[in-house]
Nanobody, 124 residues
């Protein structure tokens, strides 16, 4: 069973950038379809981005298109989320998630394994 650990969160000014990492262990990382989700205080968890096992396909929420880039390095068992042009509305806890396969990558219930989250705070 895979374990996921996010890192790279922090405090950044509006317009700045951060790169989140999701390190996987205990499973065959290259077998998993991966996703990023986020949850802001008082709001429901929402889909951010997803990437297939061999990086052939990616998917992004409309609100991050052109600003965020999802990627993965299978030999390093790590997934990334490069976040540029951050705004205060991007403030949230960001979670990575894994599943063997899904036809609904934007649904949180499609994923079987979750990390503990990393806080991203964007100041105005």
């Amino acid at each position: 069973q895979v374990q996921l650990v996010e890192s790279g969160g922090g405090l950044v000014q509006a317009g700045g950038s951060l790169r989140l990492s999701c390190a996987a262990s205990g499973g065959t990382f290259s077998s998993y379809f991966m996703g990023w989700f986020r949850q802001a205080p008082g709001k429901e968890r929402e889909f951010v981005a997803a990437i297939s096992q061999r990086s052939i396909s990616t998917d992004y929420a409309d609100f991050v298109k052109g600003r965020f880039t999802i990627s993965r390095d299978n030999p390093k068992n790590t997934m990334y989320l490069q976040m540029n042009s951050l705004t205060p509305e991007d403030t949230a806890v960001y979670y990575c998630a894994a599943t063997y396969s899904t036809r609904l990558p934007r649904r949180g219930t499609s994923y079987d394994h979750w990390g503990q989250g990393t806080q991203v705070t964007v100041s105005s």
